[in-house]
C-alpha cells in the first residue's frame, strides 16, 4: 500500500504526545490498521530521532542528570520493583534506553574508583547482568526491551533487516547472473563501508548497489 503525505502526517501528529515504547507502537497499530508494522515503526523511529535530537542536550546537563539520579534513587527506594526509571524516562520525553544510559553512567561515577569507559557502559546494556547493582540491572533491562527506537535490542534488529535486505538482494543478483563483488571482497578495495556489492564490470566507474539502492 503506497503511503499519502497526508497519511504520513497523520501517523506523525499521532506521535507528539507518545512515548517510543512497544505499548505505543501497539495502539498506534490499532489506531492504522491498515499500515504495515515495518512502515509504522518506520515513522514512529524516524520522528522520535528527530524529537531526541532536538531535546538531547537539556538532558544531559549535570543539573538534569543530579535530578533524574535522584529521582531513581528515591523511587526504588520506595518500591525497587516498580519500573521507575521507565516511567521517569516517559515522564520527561526521553528514549528510556537512553536514560538507562545516563543514570547508570552517573551510578558507576558514583561507586567506581575511575570513570566507566564508553565500552563498559555498552557492555552493561547490552548485558545488564554485568551491572554491579541488581535493582538497576533490572530497571535498565525494562529501558532496554520497552524502547522500539533506541537500545542494543533496537540495533540487533536493524543489523539483523539490512543482513537479510542484503541475502536477498545476492540472491536476486545470483539469480540475474549478474557479477559482482560482495562486501568482504570491497574491504580489500577500501569501498565505502555501507556498500554492499559493486558490478565487475562497472567497477571503474564505482557502480555500487546496496540494500536501501
Known amino acids: ?4 503525505k497526508a497519511q504520513y502526517d497523520e501517523i506523525a501528529q499521532c506521535l507528539v504526545s507518545v512515548p517510543p515504547t512497544r505499548q505505543s507502537l501497539r495502539k498506534l497499530k490499532q489506531r492504522f490498521p491498515s499500515q504495515s508494522q515495518a512502515t509504522l515503526l518506520s515513522i514512529f523511529s524516524q520522528e522520535y530521532q528527530k524529537h531526541i535530537k532536538r531535546t538531547h542536550a537539556k538532558h544531559h546537563t549535570s543539573e538534569a542528570i543530579e535530578s533524574y539520579y535522584q529521582r531513581y534513587l528515591n523511587g526504588v527506594g520506595k518500591n525497587g520493583a516498580a519500573p521507575v526509571l521507565l516511567e521517569l524516562a516517559n515522564e520527561v520525553d526521553y528514549a528510556p534506553s537512553l536514560m538507562a544510559r545516563i543514570i547508570l553512567e552517573r551510578f558507576l561515577q558514583e561507586h ?4 566507566p569507559s564508553k565500552s563498559v557502559i555498552n557492555s552493561m546494556l547490552r548485558d545488564p547482568s554485568q551491572i554491579p547493582d541488581g535493582v538497576l540491572a533490572n530497571q535498565v533491562y525494562q529501558c532496554v526491551v520497552n524502547d522500539c527506537c533506541y537500545g542494543p535490542l ?19 543478483l545470483l539469480e540475474k547472473n549478474l557479477s559482482f563483488l560482495g562486501r568482504c571482497h570491497l574491504s580489500n578495495i577500501q569501498q565505502m563501508a555501507v556498500t554492499s556489492f559493486v558490478f565487475q564490470d562497472l567497477l571503474g566507474g564505482n557502480k555500487n548497489f546496496s540494500p536501501t539502492s
Not at 1 to 4: A, D, G
Open 1 to 4: 500500500m503506497i503511503l499519502t
Open 112 to 115: 567506581e574508583e575511575t570513570p
Open 154 to 172: 533496537v540495533d540487533c534488529i536493524k543489523h539483523a533487516i539490512g543482513h537479510e535486505h542484503e541475502v536477498l538482494l545476492r540472491d536476486l
